[in-house]
């Protein structure tokens, strides 16, 4: 089912921003929401992929998905040449524990784990 996203800025995932804080502003340019997955196409490429999406909020002002038992997304990496492998991704996913695990295709590729504390799953700025 088609949904929209009309609020752009920055992105944070249970409380980890994707780059510096405020410092990118995304625009949805397509979304859907169905049966608890959320899916979003941005401008420049990137996607958000939303799984078990919960107490999903859109509004001219706000957006943002309360609880999720997994998020995706996906970018090119900025500034560099065409290329086939500059496609990015960082996973977070939701523990039995309740804490979050979050991996990527970037740095070290050591998983790293947050503590969602109290912080929705996605939060745009």
Known sequence: MAFEI?????????????GRPLDNSH???????????LMADFADGESLTVY???GVHSDEGQFYICDADMIVWEWDLYDEPESE???????????????????SDLGSGIPQYLDPSGRNAVEMY
């Open 52 to 54: 078990g999406a919960k």
């Open 6 to 18: 009309t609020k752009s800025g920055s992105l944070r995932f249970w409380g980890d921003w994707f």
């Open 27 to 37: 625009k949805c340019i397509s979304a859907s929401f169905e049966n608890e997955l």
């Open 85 to 103: 492998d500059k496609r990015r991704f960082i996973e977070y996913r939701k523990l039995e524990d309740g804490r979050i695990r979050k991996t």
